[in-house]
């Protein structure tokens, strides 16, 4: 199964990501999301950084989960690797999400050759089809 493919729009970058789960298709949109900005295979994931967010709804705990990316990045120098031990619970009407980021401090050693200034819910979907897909469209 492919994680993730990129589609055509006509200014920002938009993105399925696909799963067995939610959670797994949640982690192939961190990777698509970061795809835009670095080479996520090339990042050595020596350092952790735990991610815990909650939204009203599961588009809101998507966009939640990947501004963490890009929170991480501005605040810390942080690029993610990898998304994993992805949980998403529902508590009530909230969605819970824990993850771990596994990653690296940017240095010379990483190019960065995109930026995504922030995720959108223009035109995002959350299916369950057999397996998930997400659609995100994010503002380059």
Do not use: C, P
Request: charged fraction near 30%.
């Amino acid at each position: 199964m492919e994680k993730y493919r990129f589609l055509e729009h006509t200014a920002d970058a938009k993105f399925q990501a696909y799963g067995a789960t939610l959670e797994e298709a949640f982690a192939h949109a961190a990777l698509a999301t970061v795809t835009l900005m670095w080479d996520w295979k090339k990042i050595e994931n020596k350092i952790e950084r735990k991610v815990d967010v909650e939204g009203k709804d599961l588009k809101q705990l998507l966009a939640s989960f990947l501004e963490e990316i890009l929170y991480l990045l501005d605040s810390k120098n942080f690029l993610t690797g990898v998304a994993e031990k992805i949980s998403v619970k529902q508590a009530g009407n909230r969605y819970m999400l824990k993850a771990l980021f596994k990653g690296d401090i940017f240095s010379d050693k990483y190019k960065i050759y995109g930026e995504v200034k922030a995720i959108t819910y223009n035109e995002m979907k959350i299916e369950d089809r057999n397996g998930f897909m997400v659609q995100v469209v994010v503002d380059l």
